[in-house]
């Protein structure tokens, strides 16, 4: 049982679906709940019924982690296949999956070698890293490489969203409420990076015009890129996305990168009109002397 298997949880969010199949990631559940409420995420409700009951419920929704002995029954179920997996999740700052996983990996010591990895992001980042390990789990059989190359990939996956309206960020004191108020009066949209696994104001942006030219600013800054992914809250392309493609493309010289609607795990952070972009940077040959 030399194979390595990769395991995610739901607020993963992938732009090609079938990656899941083709590398055969197995994703746990998280459960999302809305009041009284509860759905697991990415399979009883998607992207979007989950943005329309943000906008039209006017409930802020709070994700929730599978048990540990739901995550023991994922590795247990895996540890018939195999004797090496691969677990990477969600920012084990901004909820308890992590740590529910790395419990139930202990539950199977001796029995199953289990690396339990922080991804430091969430939605499109912890997407990107667990296709990563997928793909490196085919190249490598050797269970440590592989992880210390996920946590080397960690490190290339870069965040940035402007937001609209501040009623989510305020609940999750990223500002204080008057703060929230003034910027509203003003017309803010605050900037929200990811650092070392939590959402952090990096700075602010007067109107959509302004937030167009900081996103362009802030992928300019990269000169060498796996991926690149906008993120949006509408199903069809808004105005200030199409300015932000067209700027990308003229920025970068290319217009490969896909355009994706956002997903549960981002919203239940930033709100129901974020917007922004995700970059994988390629990694730098150095890294590995």
């Not at 992001?121 to 990107?128: E, F, H, K, N, Q």
């Amino acid at each position: 049982m030399s194979e390595i298997r990769v395991v995610t949880d739901s607020t993963a969010l992938f732009i090609d679906p079938s990656i899941i199949s083709r590398y055969n990631i197995t994703v746990v559940p998280v459960y999302v709940r809305f009041g009284d409420d509860r759905f697991k995420l990415g399979i009883d409700i998607g992207p979007e019924e989950f943005l329309h009951r943000m906008r039209y419920n006017h409930v802020i929704p709070r994700l929730e982690p599978p048990t540990p002995d739901e995550c023991r029954t994922v590795y247990a179920r895996l540890n018939r296949e195999v004797s090496k997996i691969v677990s990477i999740h969600i920012s084990a700052n901004l909820t308890g999956v992590y740590r529910n996983m790395l419990a139930a990996s202990k539950m199977l010591l001796g029995r199953c070698d289990i690396a339990v990895i922080d991804s430091q992001t969430l939605s499109v980042g912890l997407g990107i890293l667990a296709e990563k390990a997928a793909i490196l789990a085919r190249q490598i059989s050797d269970l440590e490489e592989v992880v210390r190359a996920v946590r080397r990939a960690i490190g290339r996956v870069y965040s940035v969203f402007f937001v609209q309206t501040m009623t989510t960020i305020c609940h999750h004191n990223l500002i204080s409420e008057a703060q929230a108020i003034l910027g509203s009066m003003l017309g803010v949209m605050p900037f929200i990076t990811i650092e070392e696994g939590n959402l952090v104001i990096m700075e602010k942006a007067l109107d959509s015009s302004q937030a167009v030219d900081k996103l362009v600013e802030f992928a300019g800054e990269f000169t060498d890129f796996e991926q690149l992914v906008i993120l949006h809250h509408t199903p069809l392309l808004t105005n200030t996305i199409r300015q932000l493609q067209d700027r990308l493309a003229l920025e970068l010289s290319t217009s490969n990168f896909p355009t994706h609607l956002y997903d549960g795990s981002l919203a239940t952070f930033l709100g129901s009109d974020a917007a922004g972009i995700v970059i994988m940077e390629n990694e730098d040959e150095d890294e590995y002397l």
